[in-house]
């Protein structure tokens, strides 16, 4: 098997991004106006963190739609989860399963995206 840099560099990123981001103690998240921003800042990192996933995955295996989505919301969870268990860790920051929740909705939202567009090309193509 032969992985494929353009489609694992995407995820890697995407986790040493994460890693770090949740490393800093001193975070400052941006006011968007909204009533929780953290929460949507974790859903939009985590759909993108699952859209990443699915192309690494269909970049360097060959399997099933179905089986290629259960791998990557069961390893997008982990990430999640291993992600707020190491926050845990750092001094000003806490674990908290609300995180977990909106990085779950995230990686939920990108694979039913990554279906809808992918059927809608299907049938543009085909």
């Given at each position: 098997m032969k992985v494929r840099?353009?489609?694992?560099?995407?995820?890697?990123?995407?986790?040493?991004?994460?890693?770090?981001?949740?490393?800093?103690?001193?975070i400052q998240l941006p006011d968007l106006g909204l009533w929780n921003t953290d929460k949507l800042l974790h859903l939009i990192?985590?759909?993108?963190?699952?859209?990443?996933?699915?192309?690494?995955?269909?970049?360097?295996?060959?399997?099933?739609k179905g089986k290629?989505?259960?791998?990557?919301?069961?390893?997008?969870?982990?990430?999640?989860?291993?992600?707020?268990?190491?926050?845990?860790f750092v001094p000003g920051r806490t674990a908290s399963i609300y995180d977990f929740i909106a990085d779950?909705?995230?990686?939920a939202l990108s694979t039913i995206f990554n279906t809808k567009i992918a059927a809608a090309l299907n049938k543009i193509f085909n």
């Open positions: 840099v353009l489609t694992s560099l995407p995820i890697l990123l995407a986790s040493v991004a994460i890693i770090i981001a949740s490393s800093r103690q001193d990192a985590y759909f993108f963190y699952g859209i990443f996933l699915l192309i690494f995955i269909n970049g360097n295996f060959k399997l099933s290629t989505i259960l791998i990557a919301i069961v390893v997008g969870l982990l990430f999640a989860a291993s992600d707020e268990w190491h926050q845990s779950a909705i995230g990686i």
